[in-house]
């Protein structure tokens, strides 16, 4: 029998395009600002390669004070924060799922409210005055943790948790704790490294909260002190004939790299818990 041709349509052809010509526009910037990072004679205009290959930004980035220190309270914020805000979001999940319980559809509601009506950069910023937060790393610790938006798919996911499951745990003796332990975490896989991706990079790339609640320059994070060195005014002592851009785009590689190797090795986890938590049958 004759194989027939698959015919190749328009639609294909166009889409493949301009697939293409996004990848491109993507990879190209990145490219330059990689071989920048290691061109000791970093000049504007596109290269293909260093012409001068060296490490001196990247040693600079790690051994320069005012510089690692950033990256130190950025590293130890996104680990600390997205700790926190998972056990919040978990536990907060947990409870709005206990059926039985007084007034879950009021809690429900107004937390589904905040999502709608907050109040206000002003009225935040003296409520967390008030609680002696600002100036400290607390304040980008804790706040980004309330998100109400997580909390609500992290629910979905457990509603979907067959009611079985915790009918036999409660049998065998189990409290809500211990259920919550043995049963609904080992099977929230997917939904904790989908939601605790998302808050890892909202910790890492935080800007905002640091540039409204902090004034201390000693507890700025990475992301402050690039934007700074990418406006000229915050520049490291510069030594060894490495040039300003070879340092601005060692610190931009070093904010990229971590997730561009975390995210591989997540993208299942995340697509699929995304998938359930956001989508109820």
């Given amino acids: 029998m004759r194989r027939r041709k698959k015919k190749i349509s328009v639609f294909s052809v ?3 395009i301009i697939f293409i010509a996004l990848c491109l526009i993507i990879i190209i910037p990145m490219w330059k600002v990689l071989v920048d990072s290691f061109d000791l004679k970093t000049a504007y205009g596109m290269k293909l390669w260093p012409e001068q290959f060296g490490l001196a930004g990247y040693k600079l980035v790690f051994s320069n004070p005012t510089l690692y220190r950033p990256l130190l309270i950025s590293v130890i914020t996104t680990v600390s924060g997205t700790l926190i ?10 409870v709005l799922i206990q059926w039985d319980m007084p007034g879950r559809t009021f809690f429900a509601n107004m937390l589904l409210f905040t999502m709608i009506f907050s109040g206000g950069m002003i009225p935040t910023y003296l409520v967390l005055k008030s609680l002696h937060l600002t100036n400290t790393l607390w304040v980008v610790i ?10 609500v798919l992290m629910r979905n996911f457990f509603e979907g948790i067959p009611a079985s499951l915790f009918e036999s745990a409660t049998l065998d003796g189990c409290s809500p704790m211990q259920t919550f332990l043995r049963i609904v975490l080992p099977m929230s896989k997917a939904a904790l490294a989908s939601i605790g991706l998302m808050f890892a990079v909202t910790y890492w790339n935080d800007y905002t909260h640091y540039k409204l609640y902090i004034t201390n320059s000693d507890l700025y994070n990475f992301q402050m002190k690039l934007r700074g060195m990418i406006q000229g005014s915050d520049l490291p002592t510069m030594s060894g004939g490495i040039t300003e851009n070879t340092i601005k785009n060692a610190a931009i590689i070093v904010v990229i790299v971590p997730f561009m190797i975390l995210y591989p090795f997540l993208q299942k986890y995340f697509v699929k818990g995304v998938n359930i938590g956001a989508v109820k049958e």
Wanted: no cysteine.
């Fill in 14 to 16: 166009v889409n493949g």
């Fill in 85 to 94: 805000a998972l056990t919040l979001s978990t536990l907060g999940a947990y």
């Fill in 142 to 151: 804790l706040f980004p943790a309330l998100n109400v938006y997580n909390l």
